[in-house]
């Protein structure tokens, strides 16, 4: 966490954090309020039939994520969910702390992040930082400028 919130300031992004108790599911962020902090986003670290791809899907918390769907419209093989191992080298996360901020993590810079069309231009948009033990409000597009920034490719679908 203090690695993504010292990058925060030192690009002078404006956010606000939100420190909480632990939380694996959207029902356990709904019952602490973290819906109503901002438009919370849910996050799936997922991989090509071959494994020699790998991606982070982020939409809204509501919405279903259809994989086939997804790997048709970015053009890939069928995609799975990347196990535990793999989120590690290549996010250096763990499970339960999948977020976009991992890409500061991502040293090959070989992680694609896609995201739903909807996110453009949102603001007040919530994510963990790189733990869930708190969640981070911002704009998307400052998000977006980080993970283009440090390298990594950035796709938009409409999900």
């Known amino acids: 966490m203090e690695e993504v919130l010292k990058l925060l300031k030192e690009k002078n992004i404006e956010y606000k954090i939100i420190e909480h108790e632990e939380v694996h599911t959207i029902e356990d962020m709904e019952k602490i309020g973290l819906l109503d902090a901002g438009y919370v ?3 799936l670290f997922v991989r090509n039939a071959n494994g020699k791809e790998h991606y982070l899907i982020a939409c809204h ?3 279903k994520v259809d994989l086939n769907y997804v790997a048709e419209k970015i053009a890939t093989t069928k995609l799975s969910f990347g196990s535990a191992e793999r989120l590690e080298k290549y996010l250096k996360l763990q499970n339960g702390y999948v977020s976009p901020f991992g890409v500061i993590n991502d040293e090959s810079k070989s992680v694609v992040f896609v995201f739903d069309e ?6 007040n948009v919530g994510f963990h930082p790189n733990t869930n033990k708190a969640t981070v409000y911002l704009k998307f597009n400052d998000l977006k400028d980080i993970i283009k920034e440090h390298g990594n490719q950035v796709l938009f679908i409409r999900l």
């Open 41 to 43: 986003c849910k996050n």
């Open 118 to 123: 909807e996110l453009k231009n949102k603001e």
């Open 61 to 63: 918390h509501d919405k």
